[in-house]
């Protein structure tokens, strides 16, 4: 019993310590803050104003090129030559890539002679057919006069008939061999290989020796005079979009330059999967900085307009929320107000609600505010935070 009451004892005075403990501490917090509340804070401020906003649709994609030029052999052969490097400019109809042509030019020689004697084969055979109508109109007026019999005259005919039917089968190899020679020949030509566009070389696969195959890639060739990009847009901006709407493209190439673009095509359908519908934009790339994958920026530019605004230097975000706020200042005192934001510039964002116009927000030092403590507005209050 009276260990029993011992240990209540011990307990009661461990409860009445950390309340003691808790109280001391809740004072010092208060008297720290009313310290804080005190103090007066140097701080900047500007009015909230009237700012002119660009209304725009931000999208990002991959740069293509104007045309693309795949070469490669339509006949198999060891490579002889090849004529251009990467980096190279090309003309349309520029031999760029040689096979080499002995067996070529000796399946030519080949079909010329087949050719040839499939020719001669054709005349001699037409000298026959002559010589063998001849007979057959003589044979048909001796029969006509009873002069020969029934079997002469049949054999005439056959011998006609027959000739009539061999100049028919000369005529065909003769045909075939005009058609194996205009095979060859165009063989002969295929081994040398031709760019169809004017562009640069972008991408080079062939070796001198090497053996190439049809339809194996052997060179790649651009015309990036003018570049393009197809954008992927959510459906609910198509009724925004249009073809005199200006855009304009960015690369981390050339971070300061914006480059005029066009819209050149609008799908006219959303893609059900992704409720997505498709824009092309094109921009002209005679100076060259632009280059097929590059990865860009497009800005649509839609309209202007002119909005309440802050600086963004003003402009603060509750952590692990989309809720803004600015520091306001009434009667040297700073107050914390949520807002609602629009547009956002590099400089400025547009705030649709929770602020007037004029009201004055603070620029810098959020880090050290909160509501009701004492501001004092001062040009040198950056620099003044930075030494406290």
Known sequence: MKRT?????????????????????????????????????????????????????????????????????????NVDAVLVDIGEKVKAGQPVIRLDKTTFRLAVKQAESAFSAAFAAVAQVKSQLSQAGKEYNRAKNLLAENVIPQNRFDAAETGYNTARETLLVARGKHSQAKAALETAKEYLNYTEIHSSIDGVVVQRTAEIGQTVAPGVQVLRILDQTMVRADIELPEKDFGRIGFKTTAVMMVDAFPEIKFNSKVTVINPMVNPGTRTFKVRVETSNQTGELVDGMFVKVDFLLHQKEALAVPRGALQKLPGSGTYYVFAVKSNKAFKKEVKIGIKTDKFAEVIDGLARGELVITNGAGKLRSGINVKISNKAVETLKEG
């Open 5 to 77: 009451f011992y240990f209540l004892s011990i307990f009661a005075l461990v409860i009445c310590a950390i309340f003691i403990v808790a109280n001391i501490r809740q004072k010092a917090k208060d008297r720290q803050a009313f310290q804080s509340l005190d103090q007066v804070i140097p701080v900047n401020a500007v009015p909230a104003s009237m700012e002119l906003f660009q209304d725009k649709i931000s999208a990002v994609g991959t740069l293509r090129a104007r045309q693309e030029n795949l070469l490669s052999p339509k006949v198999a052969g």
